[in-house]
């Protein structure tokens, strides 16, 4: 007998199903939509209402307010502007040190006024009615006093975003393809525009770069980052990686506002806040933690605003003359190659060649490395891809030395003890025309084959020594210039190594001829900007058991998972030889024990001096120094959020300016005096 529920459907019950199928499927897509984005209003990009004050000011930032104007609003309801200053084109001469004084004396005023009116006291100027208004007829005393602790001043930005969506024509539908490819929401590709304006060569203070604004150790993740290349920088990789960097945040926290704050706070971070609060909106008006600050917390907001702005970009701008998008082809280096080999054999001036591949390093361009193996280079679409010859191609990377500087010695007697020109250590060194120099000062040696160069023939005397002053008292060294020749140094070959070539220049009094070029720091004078300082050295070097080891100091910026990757090994062996629990991070100025079996002292050192010569180039191809400020440290100051809100400028720059501070012993009281950076 056959059980009732497996009794074939009647004739009239199947017409009816048969009819009504299409619907069920549609409202069970429908409903699985939903169900999918996790979002009130069916939208995987939603604007709520609570958001729309904040949407309204940026738009503003973004159309109608210029890098010449200073809003001065409230942090937390943004859209309360007391007033709009005039600022100072930052072109113009001392224009940061201008504007910070103008804004200072409005938040100044404005914060006195909420005070008086905190107090009780009635609005009297019209400046003062003005205020009062904006907090309604019915405001409470509380929220005059609570306000005047929350001004701040956003620098409009509607000249930059103008030129941000000129440039992004070169991108923006090659972007929106790629995120589409992925399953991702096209519209992430307008995310740029609130990072960098679609800025290719844009980079941070703090070490963000290219166009998506990777951090160093983000991106690592994702992208090749090295003193060769920097993938950060070339936008169709960074893409790819933001693509990868946003599938995650999503799949971890189920909805694209928080994955797309994520992309500013963190994933970790956003899932402390939705653990909290639950959705994005919940997260938006309450959650309050000592790193979801302004930037994070208008993330979103931010990012809504700027792509009402592109989208509709004619009503605010008019017709626009949008770069042509870019397109290239592509070749994989089947070897280590020179860059003006590739600019030869594929016909293409360096210059468009360097625009096409803004990863390479500047030591690339300039020949100090070698194109790396593997590397996809971008060349033009129509340009004939013929097989590169053999002859360019080389087995190995070109090796990098460096030269650490002892007082007394001058660029001309480095030159000479490692037989190079001083004109190429001028230029491999990005100094000045004076060849300036100072102790402690870590040196690039161009050029210099791996193995120490043996004797030949003695030290030609040279003609003349070439002039170069001593370094000059200022606190900042003059302005480099490498086009300028110096001079060469005498053609010899060493017959010892460069501490014994020293020795013996200053046993025959061969120092004493280019006397001048000794650069010897007063004591007044420790800083250096653009120059890799520091003990980067290992010491100590012994053998236990037939295994090398060495010790090193850590110095800033490092970490153990940098000495694992230079050395090759995890970092739990490093925890191991130096008795670190885990989760236990080092400390400036620590010493370590490193095994130096896999990879041997002269990588290691190489690798490391890279390493801090790739972060400084960096900062000081895009700022420079223009003035010093003075800070009292308060109770409850750390050195970290000193240098991100009061100083505004990474922990290594501050350290190099004050080598003597212990940035774990701060008291209440010190005076820190720090470096004002502005863009180039």
């Given at each position: 007998?056959?059980?009732?529920?497996?009794?074939?459907?009647?004739?009239?019950?199947r017409?009816?199903?048969?009819?009504?199928l299409?619907?069920?499927i549609l409202?069970?897509?429908?409903?699985?939509?939903a169900l999918?984005?996790?979002?009130?209003?069916?939208?995987?990009?939603?604007?709520?209402s609570?958001?729309?004050?904040?949407?309204?000011?940026?738009t503003d930032?973004?159309?109608?307010?210029?890098?010449?104007?200073?809003?001065?609003?409230?942090?937390?309801?943004?859209?309360?502007?007391?007033?709009?200053?005039p600022?100072?084109s930052q072109?113009q001469?001392?224009a940061?040190?201008i504007?910070?004084?103008r804004?200072k004396k409005?938040?100044?005023?404005?914060?006195?006024?909420?005070?008086?009116?905190?107090?009780?006291?009635?609005?009297?100027?019209k400046?003062?009615?003005?205020?009062?208004?904006l907090?309604?007829?019915?405001a409470?005393?509380?929220?005059?006093?609570?306000?005047?602790?929350?001004i701040?001043?956003?620098?409009?930005?509607?000249?930059r975003?103008?030129?941000g969506?000129?440039?992004s024509?070169?991108?923006?539908?090659?972007?929106?393809?790629?995120?589409?490819?992925h399953g991702?929401?096209?519209?992430?590709?307008?995310?740029?525009?609130?990072?960098?304006?679609?800025?290719?060569?844009?980079?941070?203070?703090f070490?963000?770069?290219?166009?998506?604004q990777?951090?160093?150790?983000?991106?690592?993740?994702?992208?090749?980052?090295?003193y060769?290349?920097?993938?950060?920088?070339?936008?169709f990789l960074?893409?790819?990686?933001?693509?990868?960097?946003?599938?995650?945040?999503?799949?971890k926290?189920?909805?694209?506002?928080?994955?797309?704050t994520?992309?500013n706070h963190?994933?970790?971070?956003m899932?402390?806040?939705?653990?909290?609060?639950?959705?994005?909106?919940?997260?938006?008006?309450?959650?309050s933690s000592?790193?979801?600050?302004f930037?994070s917390r208008?993330?979103?907001?931010?990012?809504?605003?700027?792509?009402?702005?592109?989208?509709?970009?004619?009503?605010?701008?008019?017709?626009?003359?949008?770069?042509?998008?870019?397109?290239?082809?592509?070749?994989?280096?089947?070897?280590?190659?020179?860059?003006d080999?590739?600019?030869?054999?594929?016909?293409?001036?360096?210059?468009?060649?360097?625009?096409?591949?803004p990863?390479l390093?500047?030591p690339v361009?300039?020949?100090q490395?070698?194109?790396?193996?593997g590397?996809r280079?971008?060349?033009?679409?129509?340009v004939?891809?013929?097989a590169i010859?053999?002859?360019?191609?080389?087995?190995?990377?070109?090796?990098?030395?460096?030269?650490?500087?002892?007082?007394?010695?001058?660029?001309y007697?480095?030159?000479?003890?490692?037989?190079?020109?001083?004109?190429?250590?001028?230029?491999?060194?990005?100094?000045?025309?004076?060849?300036?120099?100072?102790?402690k000062?870590?040196?690039i040696?161009?050029?210099?084959?791996?193995?120490?160069?043996?004797v030949?023939?003695?030290?030609?005397?040279?003609?003349?020594?070439?002039?170069?002053?001593?370094?000059?008292?200022k606190?900042?060294?003059?302005?480099?210039?490498?086009?300028?020749?110096?001079g060469?140094?005498?053609?010899?070959?060493v017959?010892?190594?460069?501490?014994?070539?020293?020795?013996?220049?200053?046993?025959?009094?061969?120092?004493?001829?280019?006397?001048?070029?000794?650069?010897?720091?007063?004591?007044?004078?420790k800083?250096?900007?653009?120059?890799?300082?520091g003990?980067?050295?290992?010491?100590?070097q012994h053998?236990?058991n037939?295994?090398t080891y060495?010790?090193?100091?850590?110095?800033?910026?490092?970490?153990?998972?940098?000495f694992?990757?230079?050395?090759?090994?995890?970092?739990?062996?490093?925890?191991?030889l130096n008795?670190?629990a885990?989760?236990?991070s080092?400390?400036l100025?620590?010493?370590?024990?490193?095994?130096?079996?896999?990879?041997?002292?002269?990588?290691?050192?190489?690798?490391?001096?890279?390493?801090?010569?790739?972060?400084?180039?960096?900062f000081?191809s895009?700022?420079?120094l223009?003035?010093?400020?003075e800070?009292?440290?308060?109770?409850?100051?750390?050195?970290?959020?000193?240098?991100?809100?009061?100083?505004e400028v990474?922990?290594?720059?501050?350290i190099?300016?004050?080598?003597?501070?212990?940035?774990?012993?701060?008291?209440?009281?010190?005076m820190?005096?720090?470096?004002v950076?502005?863009?180039?």
């Amino acid at each position: 007998m056959m059980n009732r529920c497996m009794k074939p459907l009647s004739q009239p019950r199947r017409h009816i199903l048969t009819e009504c199928l299409p619907m069920i499927i549609l409202l069970l897509l429908v409903c699985a939509s939903a169900l999918a984005t996790d979002l009130p209003n069916k939208d995987i990009l939603p604007v709520y209402s609570s958001l729309k004050p904040n949407i309204k000011f940026w738009t503003d930032v973004y159309s109608n307010y210029t890098t010449r104007q200073g809003i001065i609003h409230d942090r937390d309801q943004v859209n309360l502007i007391y007033e709009v200053i005039p600022l100072v084109s930052q072109g113009q001469t001392k224009a940061r040190k201008i504007n910070r004084k103008r804004i200072k004396k409005a938040k100044k005023k404005h914060k006195n006024i909420l005070l008086r009116l905190a107090a009780g006291h009635k609005p009297q100027s019209k400046t003062e009615k003005d205020v009062a208004m904006l907090f309604g007829p019915e405001a409470k005393l509380k929220s005059f006093k609570n306000a005047a602790y929350q001004i701040r001043c956003q620098i409009g930005q509607k000249d930059r975003f103008r030129q941000g969506i000129i440039r992004s024509g070169a991108y923006l539908d090659a972007f929106r393809k790629i995120f589409a490819k992925h399953g991702l929401p096209q519209d992430l590709a307008y995310l740029p525009h609130v990072e960098s304006s679609f800025n290719v060569k844009a980079y941070s203070k703090f070490g963000a770069a290219g166009i998506w604004q990777f951090t160093r150790s983000t991106g690592r993740r994702f992208l090749d980052i090295d003193y060769v290349r920097d993938e950060r920088r070339d936008p169709f990789l960074a893409t790819e990686a933001a693509v990868k960097l946003f599938k995650e945040n999503h799949s971890k926290l189920g909805n694209w506002p928080m994955a797309i704050t994520a992309y500013n706070h963190g994933a970790n971070g956003m899932l402390r806040a939705k653990k909290r609060h639950g959705n994005f909106e919940s997260v938006f008006n309450k959650y309050s933690s000592r790193t979801f600050g302004f930037a994070s917390r208008n993330f979103y907001t931010e990012f809504l605003a700027a792509r009402h702005v592109v989208r509709h970009y004619k009503k605010y701008f008019g017709n626009l003359p949008l770069d042509k998008p870019q397109t290239f082809t592509q070749i994989k280096m089947p070897g280590y190659l020179s860059f003006d080999d590739m600019a030869r054999h594929f016909k293409l001036m360096p210059s468009k060649l360097a625009q096409l591949n803004p990863a390479l390093r500047k030591p690339v361009l300039t020949g100090q490395k070698y194109i790396p193996k593997g590397y996809r280079l971008k060349l033009p679409p129509k340009v004939d891809l013929t097989a590169i010859p053999k002859k360019y191609l080389k087995k190995k990377q070109k090796r990098s030395h460096f030269h650490t500087v002892r007082r007394g010695e001058s660029a001309y007697l480095i030159a000479k003890i490692h037989g190079i020109k001083l004109n190429d250590l001028i230029i491999a060194n990005n100094l000045n025309r004076r060849a300036t120099i100072y102790p402690k000062q870590n040196l690039i040696i161009p050029g210099m084959p791996p193995q120490k160069p043996q004797v030949k023939k003695t030290l030609a005397k040279p003609d003349k020594a070439p002039k170069i002053v001593m370094a000059s008292s200022k606190n900042f060294p003059a302005k480099t210039s490498s086009k300028k020749k110096l001079g060469k140094a005498p053609s010899y070959h060493v017959t010892f190594s460069p501490v014994e070539q020293l020795k013996k220049a200053e046993a025959s009094g061969q120092q004493k001829q280019s006397a001048q070029a000794v650069t010897i720091a007063s004591a007044k004078n420790k800083f250096s900007p653009g120059v890799v300082t520091g003990n980067l050295r290992i010491f100590d070097q012994h053998q236990k058991n037939g295994r090398t080891y060495g010790f090193i100091e850590v110095a800033s910026e490092e970490t153990l998972g940098h000495f694992g990757d230079w050395l090759e090994i995890k970092t739990q062996r490093l925890r191991g030889l130096n008795g670190l629990a885990f989760g236990r991070s080092i400390r400036l100025h620590q010493k370590l024990k490193i095994p130096l079996n896999k990879v041997n002292k002269d990588i290691f050192e190489e690798r490391r001096f890279l390493f801090h010569k790739e972060i400084e180039e960096d900062f000081f191809s895009a700022y420079k120094l223009t003035d010093a400020g003075e800070y009292i440290v308060q109770t409850g100051d750390n050195i970290w959020s000193l240098c991100q809100e009061k100083f505004e400028v990474p922990l290594w720059l501050l350290i190099k300016y004050i080598p003597e501070l212990n940035p774990e012993n701060l008291h209440p009281g010190q005076m820190i005096r720090f470096p004002v950076v502005e863009p180039l």
